[in-house]
């Protein structure tokens, strides 16, 4: 199978994008909007999307690194500029430190990214087979609610919650609409299963020493956008980052949490313009 991608149009250089976990590309519609008018954006579809594609395959985030290598293989690109969120974000890392000719600069959108001490105790935890009781978001992804009737109720009862609270109406509208599916039988289901979601979360992080090591040796432009109330790209993280990598840019944003390219996609493509301008 030919790995499925979606091309959000423009003229410019090629620029491809990385989703999060449970993020669609279609939910990063205002963002990559506004990339494209200096670039042609192109969005890799990850494997949780894939047509029969099992949870099961995967024991850690480098078959991610993979599927994206082979992507880049099959559209015969070469020389890039690439964007990626959260766990795209790491799939993107991992490929420029393991095929680092292939790149020119890079933007990581608040990324996966834990010190080290985290790691080892993440690590702890799956050892004991803890994983599932520790991870914040496991749960939540096993009770959210999958089928809806219409995208009109589940845009409203979204709008009053306080995760999406720095989104504005335009940015949720194309969040809801970037995450559910239209089913056969009528209504609509979110895109994303459980069983991958819960997956993705299980098996990230434990491999990531592998990061940290190969950090010094970063040769592409690389910058980083943070959200100031993330709990995932730690303040001290990023000190960490620029103690192993002193070329690394990284940038706070404001009013922002993790989703900040869904909160502040104009914002976001500035930095990430303004960086590829200078550094690409």
């Given at each position: 199978?030919?790995?499925?991608?979606?091309?959000?149009?423009?003229?410019?250089?090629?620029?491809?994008?990385?989703?999060?976990n449970?993020y669609p590309p279609?939910?990063?519609?205002p963002l990559?909007?506004q990339?494209?008018?200096?670039?042609?954006?192109?969005a890799m579809?990850?494997?949780?999307?894939?047509?029969?594609?099992?949870?099961?395959d995967?024991?850690?985030?480098?078959?991610?690194?993979?599927?994206?290598?082979?992507?880049?293989?099959?559209h015969?690109t070469?020389?890039?500029?690439?964007?990626?969120?959260?766990m795209?974000?790491?799939?993107?890392?991992?490929?420029?430190?393991?095929e680092?000719?292939r790149?020119?600069?890079?933007?990581l959108?608040?990324?996966?990214l834990?010190?080290?001490?985290?790691?080892?105790f993440?690590?702890?935890?799956?050892?004991?087979?803890l994983?599932?009781?520790?991870h914040?978001?496991?749960?939540?992804?096993?009770?959210?609610r999958?089928?809806?009737?219409?995208?009109?109720?589940l845009?409203?009862?979204?709008?009053?919650?306080?995760?999406?609270?720095?989104?504005d109406?335009?940015?949720?509208?194309?969040?809801v609409e970037?995450?559910?599916?239209?089913?056969d039988s009528?209504?609509?289901?979110?895109c994303?299963?459980?069983?991958?979601?819960?997956?993705?979360y299980?098996?990230?992080?434990w491999?990531?020493?592998?990061?940290?090591?190969?950090?010094?040796?970063?040769k592409?432009?690389?910058l980083?956008v943070?959200?100031?109330?993330?709990?995932?790209?730690?303040?001290r993280?990023?000190?960490?980052?620029?103690?192993?990598q002193?070329?690394?840019?990284?940038?706070?944003?404001?009013?922002?949490?993790h989703?900040?390219p869904?909160?502040?996609?104009?914002?976001?493509?500035?930095?990430?313009?303004?960086f590829?301008e200078?550094?690409?």
């Amino acid at each position: 199978m030919k790995i499925p991608s979606l091309n959000f149009g423009g003229t410019g250089e090629e620029l491809v994008f990385l989703h999060a976990n449970g993020y669609p590309p279609d939910c990063y519609r205002p963002l990559l909007s506004q990339l494209s008018l200096s670039y042609h954006v192109t969005a890799m579809v990850q494997r949780p999307l894939w047509p029969g594609s099992r949870p099961d395959d995967i024991d850690d985030w480098r078959p991610l690194t993979d599927d994206f290598l082979r992507f880049l293989d099959e559209h015969q690109t070469a020389s890039l500029i690439c964007v990626g969120h959260s766990m795209g974000g790491i799939v993107l890392l991992r490929a420029v430190l393991r095929e680092p000719e292939r790149f020119k600069a890079i933007a990581l959108l608040d990324p996966v990214l834990f010190p080290p001490y985290f790691i080892a105790f993440w690590n702890l935890m799956r050892s004991l087979k803890l994983g599932r009781r520790f991870h914040p978001l496991v749960a939540g992804a096993r009770q959210r609610r999958r089928q809806f009737d219409d995208l009109e109720r589940l845009y409203t009862g979204y709008r009053r919650k306080s995760v999406f609270r720095y989104m504005d109406d335009e940015s949720l509208s194309a969040y809801v609409e970037g995450i559910a599916c239209q089913r056969d039988s009528g209504g609509y289901q979110l895109c994303y299963s459980a069983d991958w979601e819960i997956r993705i979360y299980l098996t990230g992080i434990w491999r990531d020493m592998d990061i940290w090591r190969g950090l010094p040796k970063l040769k592409a432009p690389a910058l980083i956008v943070r959200g100031a109330e993330t709990d995932t790209f730690w303040a001290r993280t990023g000190q960490r980052v620029k103690r192993k990598q002193s070329r690394v840019q990284v940038e706070t944003l404001e009013k922002s949490t993790h989703l900040l390219p869904l909160e502040r996609p104009v914002e976001v493509s500035t930095l990430i313009r303004s960086f590829f301008e200078e550094n690409a």
